[in-house]
């Protein structure tokens, strides 16, 4: 296999009814590009027989196929990872296996990088998402780049360009979580965004819960950003203020008026609110030590089983 210029990222979990479909179309769209190119699908530890057809493929296109097996679950973006520290080509474009970013709209990227561009992410289209998730991940988008300074229109769509300067700066980062797009964006030079057609998924489900995004999230604003932390500092000073004036404000009138009964249940009230401002902010102190417990342990952030690769 010659040094490809294009490498394409692919992680796949639990895939097994579509990675047919898939293949049917991403070839094609790849040989008519015309660059020579190579394809990585890092299996993430899939419990049905994802792995079979990924080796099934290899067998039949190893001119330009490459797959990592895990040996088990470390998520998508540990899979980008692997695939980014194995990526030979000058361009990389990652994508789900699960189509709803048509391969077709690889050519749209790679017209952007021949514009000058290191990094050209995606926005979809016509999102054919349902709409607890179309409002919630616009939310997400919204607060996030309020937090941070990383400006992603679409965060949640992951057919997406990078440089290979932009790829060698990512593999030298050792970070136990990390979320790929922003940190190719703190990197880039000169990115952008391009629109993409957005199908809907017609085989297997998606692998996000509303969960799972807002996990995603946390880790995002957490790892590139102290802004939480900042915010309800300002916030514990605030309130410590106006609890001051309170106080001072209910020994006025207990000296006026004397004792009084009333306003028990508004004591409970701010009692009850200053008791959970107060565990928000532990737990987003977790979130911080959290990542730094993560880091220091030095663990490897995935385990490959097996390599498929004609070279090797």
């Not at 579509?18 to 015309?34: I, K, M, T, V």
């Not at 400006?151 to 790929?180: H, P, S, W």
């Not at 001072?248 to 009333?262: C, K, N, T, Y």
């Not at 993560?294 to 995935?302: L, T």
Request: charged fraction near 25%.
């Amino acid at each position: 296999m010659s040094t490809p210029q294009l490498s394409i990222v692919i992680p796949v979990f639990n895939e097994e009814r579509g990675l047919q479909s898939l293949f049917d179309r991403l070839y094609p769209a790849l040989d008519s590009l015309g660059p020579n190119y190579e394809i990585l699908f890092i299996d993430d530890g899939s419990g049905d027989r994802s792995a079979a057809l990924l080796r099934e493929q290899f067998q039949r296109r190893h001119d330009v196929t490459r797959v990592i097996l895990f040996n088990g679950n470390f998520g998508q973006h540990m899979a980008i990872m692997a695939g980014f520290e194995h990526t030979r080509g000058d361009r990389i474009v990652t994508m789900d296996a699960d189509l709803q970013n048509p391969p077709e709209e690889i050519a749209k990227l790679l017209a952007k990088m021949d514009e000058g561009h290191d990094y050209v992410g995606s926005i979809r289209e016509c999102r054919n998402d349902s709409w607890w998730r179309d409002i919630g991940s616009r939310a997400m988008n919204r607060l996030r780049e309020r937090i941070t300074s990383i400006k992603m229109t679409d965060q949640g769509c992951m057919l997406r360009a990078y440089d290979r300067r932009l790829i060698d700066a990512i593999n030298g980062c050792k970070e136990v979580n990390t979320f790929v797009p922003a940190l190719a964006y703190t990197f880039a030079r000169n990115p952008t965004e391009v629109v993409v057609r957005h199908e809907e998924r017609t085989l297997g489900e998606s692998k996000y819960s509303l969960y799972s995004l807002i996990r995603l999230n946390f880790d995002l604003m957490t790892g590139f950003s102290v802004v939480p932390l900042q915010w309800f500092s300002m916030a514990g000073i605030a309130i410590s203020l106006m609890s001051a004036f309170f106080v001072v404000f209910l020994l006025v009138r207990r000296l006026f008026i004397g004792p009084e009964a009333e306003g028990l249940f508004t004591l409970f009230a701010i009692a009850f609110f200053l008791i959970g401002l107060t565990l928000f902010g532990i737990g987003l102190l977790g979130e911080y030590i959290g990542r730094i417990y993560m880091q220091v342990r030095h663990r490897p952030r995935y385990l490959i089983q097996a390599i498929l690769d004609k070279t090797e």
